[in-house]
């Protein structure tokens, strides 16, 4: 598993997604240094997580059919076509994995992006189900490990502009010091209408 924490911050003019890096297996470490955020253009960046080969099938496939230029209107519909796609192939390949798994979430995606021609930020989740939510509306969203934890933190906590990346950092950090499935490298985008900059963070502690 993993986990992801994406907030939107309009009034502001900034997106932010981040996510971790490590990869487990049955409970063991595979790796620590997973890239599960993609720049997929200068103003839009993708988070992916789950089934993590079928995870980056969806990534490449999403990567190659997006250009520089192409709209955050034309990426959502792209994103969409290719998670039902990928979502067939894990179906067919694991026949009765979901029916025994219901709870599980194969695919779960997550673009932060800024519209240039609407001068506006905003965020996009989409699931293996078909359900998708739009929003440019302030927001903070959270996929994968300890979410509730995360969401709670945000309702109880105001958003400051000028600490919100060592924020979500911080919660990461937190989170890798009682959970072992989220750590590694942790990569944070943030979203503006000068671009996408990057920031890193390495939390390498394993409970237990």
């Not at 992916?48 to 990426?75: M, P």
């Not at 998670?83 to 694991?94: A, D, G, I, M, W």
């Not at 798994?101 to 779960?108: D, E, K, M, Q």
Request: proline fraction near 2%.
């Amino acid at each position: 598993m993993s986990l992801c924490i994406a907030l939107n911050h309009p009034s502001s003019k900034f997106a932010i997604i981040a996510g971790d890096g490590r990869v487990t297996k049955n409970g063991e470490l595979v790796r620590d240094n997973h890239l599960k955020i993609t720049k997929l253009t200068h103003y839009v960046s993708m988070f992916s997580s789950g089934a993590q080969d079928y995870c980056e099938v969806l990534r490449a496939k999403v990567s190659e059919q997006v250009k520089y230029d192409t709209g955050i209107n034309d990426i959502a519909l792209i994103l969409e076509e290719v998670s039902k796609e990928v979502l067939k192939q894990f179906e067919k390949e694991n026949p009765m994995y979901l029916v025994k798994n219901p709870g599980f979430c194969p695919l779960s995606t997550i673009l932060v992006y800024y519209d240039v021609s609407k001068n506006e930020t905003g965020m996009i989740e989409y699931c293996h189900t078909g359900e998708k939510r739009r929003t440019t509306e302030a927001m903070v969203t959270a996929r994968g490990e300890n979410r509730e934890e995360v969401l709670s933190f945000f309702t109880n906590n105001q958003m400051v502009q000028n600490n919100i990346i060592e924020t979500v950092f911080s919660l990461f950090k937190h989170i890798n010091s009682f959970n072992k499935n989220v750590g590694g490298n942790t990569i944070l985008h943030v979203v503006t209408p000068h671009g996408i900059y990057e920031h890193e963070r390495g939390f390498y502690h394993v409970s237990g």
